[in-house]
């Protein structure tokens, strides 16, 4: 039986013994995959939307290049670490804020139509960089009918090949010279907490990129934060929980972790800007708490997506995070799994309506 288009078999190390996992590659990737049939380059960046499939192609291409695959979620690159372990020894799988600053003769970009449009232009700024002088980008976009990437690349590229596909177009650019000027999209915003004007730092890929997201507002509202109690904020984003709640009272310190680097870097740099070294950030993807047992508040905006599973991690670092008696709050549009996951784990299980969403509030046992 064929090959299905979109899936790519590869094997994994598990327990002692080889096992067969079988991966859907993203439209977007598997264009540029099916399109590069040789590479003779010293070193090469890319990106993914699936598990480093192109990454792992470039590498098996040329098993002497150096080629890094980027991420900025560290759960998506040690999943792709464990996907690729023992194979191409050369390959990089690295999570991080920004591309790597050496110089590199190949680029490649998996666009997904559905995509953020910032972070991308941004990634392809980075790209344009990061390349040597007659050096190539490769891009391409699960989309038959694209403009916007076109464009995009028009105004970094001159030499720019079109290579229309049935599932979506592949862009061949070459990089003639370094660009004049380049926009820097992070940004800064602010808002007010019980009477404290609270400033935070956003970047493209962190949650809720330029403005405090009702989810975050709903949890402030109602929130209780006491003098001295320390609070761990679960998938911060910019930290905009931990910022606000180090200003609510007396000796309060706050950690923010989060899968996203670069959600990481905002928190940090968030601190800096309202003089709070009371807050600080953590870099985690596996529930991993820093002092755990000694927290007496973990809060946490779980994303929708994942069926669950982020939103168990969330609920695993509450769980290790807290001391006894302290308290667990989860805002979510649908309470039901909040309420039957968080029965079987803490004790007096509360539902409080803020604007459209439910908090999900409970007691760590003593």
Request: aromatic content about 6%.
């Amino acid at each position: 039986m064929p090959r299905r288009r979109s899936d790519l078999v590869i094997p994994r190390e598990a327990s002692g013994e080889e096992s067969q996992y079988t991966l859907r590659v993203p439209d977007a990737e598997y264009l540029l995959l099916q399109h590069i049939h040789e590479l003779k380059v010293d070193s090469a960046v890319c990106t993914s939307l699936g598990r480093g499939q192109l990454a792992a192609h470039l590498a098996e291409l040329d098993p002497s290049a150096k080629i890094t695959c980027f991420f900025l979620d560290q759960y998506l690159a040690d999943d792709t670490i464990d996907y690729h372990a023992g194979k191409h020894h050369k390959l990089q799988i690295v999570c991080g804020t920004d591309l790597h600053e050496r110089k590199v003769e190949f680029a490649a970009l998996p666009v997904t139509k559905g995509g953020e449009a910032e972070l991308t232009r941004e990634i392809l700024h980075q790209m344009h960089s990061r390349l040597v002088r007659g050096g190539t980008l490769l891009t391409g976009v699960d989309n038959p009918e694209d403009t916007w990437l076109c464009h995009e690349l028009e105004k970094i590229f001159r030499s720019i090949e079109r290579i229309p596909e049935r599932r979506g177009v592949i862009y061949r650019c070459v990089k003639e010279d370094e660009l004049k000027r380049v926009r820097d999209p992070r940004c800064e915003f602010a808002f007010r907490d019980q009477g404290n004007l609270i400033k935070a730092i956003s970047r493209p890929g962190v949650f809720s990129h330029r403005h405090l997201d009702l989810g975050s507002r709903a949890m402030l509202e109602t929130m209780v934060v006491n003098p001295g109690d320390k609070v761990l904020d679960i998938g911060c984003g910019s930290g905009v929980i931990a910022l606000a709640a180090v200003q609510r009272a007396a000796g309060v310190t706050a950690v923010g972790v989060d899968s996203n680097a670069r959600a990481v870097q905002c928190v940090v740099e968030g601190a800096v800007l309202n003089s709070t070294p009371s807050v600080t950030g953590f870099l985690d993807a596996s529930s991993k708490i820093p002092a755990p047992g000694t927290f007496d508040l973990a809060v946490g905006n779980p994303p929708y997506y994942s069926h669950y599973k982020i939103a168990e991690i969330f609920m695993q670092s509450a769980k290790k995070a807290l001391k006894p008696g302290g308290r667990v709050m989860f805002v979510t549009k649908k309470a039901d799994w909040f309420v039957a996951r968080m029965g079987q784990l803490f004790k007096d299980i509360k539902v409080q309506e803020a604007r459209t969403y439910r908090i999900v509030s409970a007691v760590q046992p003593k």
